[in-house]
């Protein structure tokens, strides 16, 4: 297949002169940041580190970093599930989105989102959205709100180009012009949705002109280059802020890997991806600093380590192995005291037993170890737990295993063999572990 320019007919970069030192230098930190952080998530799903979906934003770095220099602090943003750089561009923390994907009370949706369900509150990002143009009619609805209060705060609701074959799109659209709501509709276009070319789904090449049958206004954008998607996106949001409702914008751009991790991107060549990384963003922008001497090569370099170290220290922060306490309890919240009273039952060690007495070495027979195992874990984790349920059956935890299995929930039985092998079968104190 012949490789298609990112770079629509009717946009073009603005000189250079038309953007400041500081907003290339933002530019290109931003866009580090989200490269070096999806490179380091890509490795960890890899080795499984997190499981469930992922779905990398490599290549389309310029959508965000654009986009972030021309909107404003209250400005809402709201996407599908290719959602790991938009928290981060938005001053996120690398450490609790790093966080979120390792499933951690730390992470931005305290760990109940994942991958594909970002949420920051503070920083007006309103997911992260797993249903492919779930978030179409949710964007204009936050819009409507706007709208409703009196506020001129701009919605920006992006999407792929495999969600503008929803129905959805159509009645918010239809919605959405005839209330004349403050919401940019995005559509970034990376050629192949989830391995389609839009040529084989759709009569319709040129997305932007989807709005025409609303009297929407739209364009396409170069998503490729920062200068055009944030000279895109200000004009876009001063159309809504005068209240003349919605645009569309198509951004064509171009992801470096598959659909998602699990995609074996038979439906184009190794050329073809490599003939648009040499529209790269980041380097664009690294050429334009260099030919400016607004920094050496040396301090682009150094600014690159500090990323990568930032990134290191969130994987630190996220994936750090759980300390005894963490394991024993599940997760859930316990007390130290109750820990140590199952160290008492169920192996042989000193604990620091309650009221701050020091507790004498304990050995239980190998006949009773079990029982007081069974009563350290129902403790624990609950009379009817799946724990609880092995422990009390000793010689049938088989049945509830391979239900668990089926079910797709291998990690909770991995305690449990922990727990009874490494407590109440043998006695063998792990109690050093951290």
Not at 213 to 230: I, K, L, Q
Not at 246 to 258: D, M, S, V, W
Not at 283 to 298: C, D, F, P, Q
């Amino acid at each position: 297949m012949a490789t298609k320019t990112a770079s629509p007919k009717s946009s073009s970069a603005p000189a250079t002169g038309a953007f400041t030192k500081e907003t290339y230098l933002r530019w290109f930190k931003d866009m580090l940041l989200m490269r070096r952080f999806e490179e380091k998530t890509g490795q960890l799903y890899t080795m499984q580190k997190f499981g469930g979906f992922c779905h990398l934003y490599i290549g389309q770095e310029a959508i965000l970093a654009g986009m972030i220099t021309a909107i404003r602090n209250d400005d809402k943003v709201i996407t599908g599930y290719r959602d790991h750089a938009h928290p981060l561009v938005l001053g996120t923390p690398a450490k609790n989105v790093m966080a979120e994907l390792f499933g951690r009370t730390t992470g931005t949706s305290k760990g109940k989102g994942g991958s594909m369900h970002y949420f920051d509150k503070a920083r007006n990002l309103f997911g992260g959205h797993g249903i492919v143009g779930g978030q179409i009619g949710l964007g204009a609805g936050i819009a409507f709100a706007d709208k409703y209060k009196g506020n001129d705060s701009v919605t920006l609701c992006s999407m792929g180009d495999g969600a503008v074959r929803q129905g959805i799109l159509h009645e918010t659209f239809n919605m959405a012009m005839t209330w004349k709501l403050p919401v940019i509709f995005i559509i970034e276009n990376n050629e192949y949705a989830m391995g389609t070319s839009v040529e084989r789904t759709s009569n319709v090449h040129e997305l932007y002109t989807l709005g025409e049958s609303y009297d929407m206004p739209g364009e396409p954008v170069n998503g490729m280059s920062c200068e055009a998607v944030h000279n895109a996106i200000a004009k876009a949001c001063a159309h809504c802020r005068a209240g003349n409702g919605p645009y569309l914008l198509e951004i064509k751009t171009y992801r470096y890997r598959g659909h998602s991790m699990s995609d074996p991107q038979k439906y184009r060549t190794k050329e073809e991806v490599e003939e648009y990384k040499q529209q790269d963003p980041i380097e664009g922008v690294r050429k334009m600093i260099l030919t400016n001497k607004w920094a050496s090569e040396a301090e682009l370099e150094k600014w690159d380590e500090e990323v990568k170290k930032e990134v290191e220290e969130a994987v630190k922060f996220a994936g750090g192995r759980l300390s005894l306490h963490q394991r024993l309890s599940n997760g859930r919240d316990r007390t130290h005291a109750q820990v140590e009273r199952y160290h008492d039952r169920g192996c042989r060690c000193e604990v620091e037993q309650e009221g701050g007495r020091q507790g004498q070495e304990r050995r239980h027979p190998r006949r009773d170890r079990d029982r007081q195992g069974h009563d350290g874990i129902r403790e624990l984790f609950g009379r009817h737990s799946f724990a609880h349920r092995c422990a009390a059956r000793p010689n049938r935890p088989g049945r509830f295993r391979a239900r668990r299995f089926r079910e797709g929930r291998r990690g909770h039985h991995r305690p449990v063999g922990r727990v009874r092998q490494g407590y109440a079968r043998t006695g063998r104190c792990t109690c050093s572990e951290s």
